[in-house]
């Protein structure tokens, strides 16, 4: 038997999401004591034996892959599960990961348990601990079959070096697509939300779209990514794929700067996995600090602009 | 135009989350269901849909009688009629088999999901759904126009969007973006009165089987104490950032 990993790739590059699969699929294969197999999809301009370093004994790169579709990738990887016996498939939850594992699940006649958080706590059966009810709240799932697919959360497990010589082979796609790709639309350049390590989020206390320049600057100086609290998404301030929270998108960075954000149950639902929290607030009763790990009660006009001076400080 | 909206019956967002005693399950004592946000969106989409080039909308749900009330709201909102399958719902798989065998004998051009349920946070339905029934599956779904036979969506994706296109049928995991948060919309008395006589059929399920089990929740470790440092000390956090808890 082996484990497989889904190590997916953006434009041919592997992110640090790619990572973690590898290194989570690592801890995988080293419990049930077998081998790891990673499996990309598509043009590469990295080299595939990068992931070596994160834990995969071999890479297999499918490089006549076209645009992802869920029937294409999915009865593709089944056929490569089946032709290298493996017996957990680990792929991580980007938009489309949560497609494939599912879609994958189905095919291959497998148990599936996404959202998970850590290593399995056992292989055989797999049980393994996920979030639930938008982080509130954290469930052991066992699976009744022998076959899993394990989709993990993104920035939940971390990216891991294990050392390793991976040689690569080459694979082919099976099956059809039933979508078709038209356009796409995406910024380059840019760190995106699900991927930022760290992340400046800003709220209604910022009282309009014009005063995000600031919370850009420190957003730039610390590498990260920004992000907003739902009510100021609604009203256009800023856009839609920024709103994090129970109904925009779950993030878990290591580090989260909340600007003027008051921290309602369904903001926190969807940050709560931050490793380290900064609020930032001028009413000291404001419920974010109680989930803050550092805080500073004040006007956000005048802490930021001295916040990014330190930074700038600090950074030299 | 026949839709499709699978509605999952799930805790309101305000809702303070328990388990039993035991460890074993959720505590639903005290709790406001409702239809999930990701779905309201699905359901707008549809109602919309049907003003504009008519056609009838179902709703769905696999659960027990206790989630009848949150399809009551979804006719009242303008679901035509509701379905529940008679069965406590108990992994994504075996939902998605309940609902598979619903689209099969239900000739729907378009099949809607939410993108994710706030209560189990399978993100696995719509998917599982599609693979089943061997239909195109666009998840994440942000933009559905219809042009005959032809569906075009806009699905997010990292640090973007893509249009894709499929033929009819299709399933949509859908989300914010398929309409706009004030394009929502909330049940009118005329629609109270009238989702009473709506039909809601009872089905009995097939009797898929789950393939895991939930053994054990517990909350999240509860966190430390707020460290708070005064405005105008914004050198002393930013070293504590960096020295103390090392992420910048
Ligand atoms: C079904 C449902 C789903 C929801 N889902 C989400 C979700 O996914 N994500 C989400 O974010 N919300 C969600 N909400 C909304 C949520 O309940 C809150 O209304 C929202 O998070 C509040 O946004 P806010 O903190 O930016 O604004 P407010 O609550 O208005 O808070 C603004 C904060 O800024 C502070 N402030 C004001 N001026 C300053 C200043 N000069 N300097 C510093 N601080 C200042 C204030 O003290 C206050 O704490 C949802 C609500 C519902 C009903
Ligand atoms: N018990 C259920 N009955 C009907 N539809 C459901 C049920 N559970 C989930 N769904 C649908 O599947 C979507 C995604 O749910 P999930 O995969 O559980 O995160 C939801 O938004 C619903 O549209």
New interface residues.
Partial sequence: MSVLVFAEN?DGKFKNPSFEAVSYGKAVADKAGTDLIAVTFGNLEDDASVLGKYGANKVVHVSDAG?F???LY?NSLKDLANGLSAKVVVVS????G??L???L???WE??????VVEAPESVAPI?VK????????????????ERVVL?LASNSFGAHEAATDAAVESGSTSGEA???????????G?I?L??A??VVSAGRGLKGPENWGMVEELAGL?GAATACSKPVS?VGWRP??E?VG???KAIAP??YIAIGISGA??HL?GV?SS??I??VNSDPEAPF???????????AF??VP??I???K??KG | MKILVCISHVPDTTSKINFTSDHSAFDSNGIQFVINPNDEFGLTKAVQLKEAQGGSITVLTVGDASTEPTLRKALAIGADEAIRVNAEAKDSFQVAAEIADVVKNGDYNLIICGKESIDYNGQAVPTMVAAICNLPIVNACMGLNLDGEEATMIREIEGGKETVKASLPVVLGGQKGLVEENELRIPNMRGIMSARTKPLQVKEPIGAAPKSSHTHFEKPPAKADVKLVEAGQEKELVQLLHTEAKVI
């Fill in positions: 953006w645009a579709d869920a029937h999915g939850q980007s938009n489309n949560k497609m594992s599912s879609f699940a189905v095919a497998a148990g599936m348990i996404s959202n049980k996920k979030k639930v009810f938008s982080s509130k709240g954290i469930a052991t799932v066992e699976s009744s079959e989709a039933k979508t078709q790709s038209v356009e796409v639309d995406r910024a380059t840019q995106t699900s991927e390590e760290v610390l609604d839609h794929t709103h129970q109904t925009g290591n580090l149950i369904q639902a709560s490793k380290v900064v609020v600090f109680k989930a803050a790990d550092y805080g500073i009660v004040g006007d005048d802490v001295r916040l001076e330190a930074v400080e600090l």
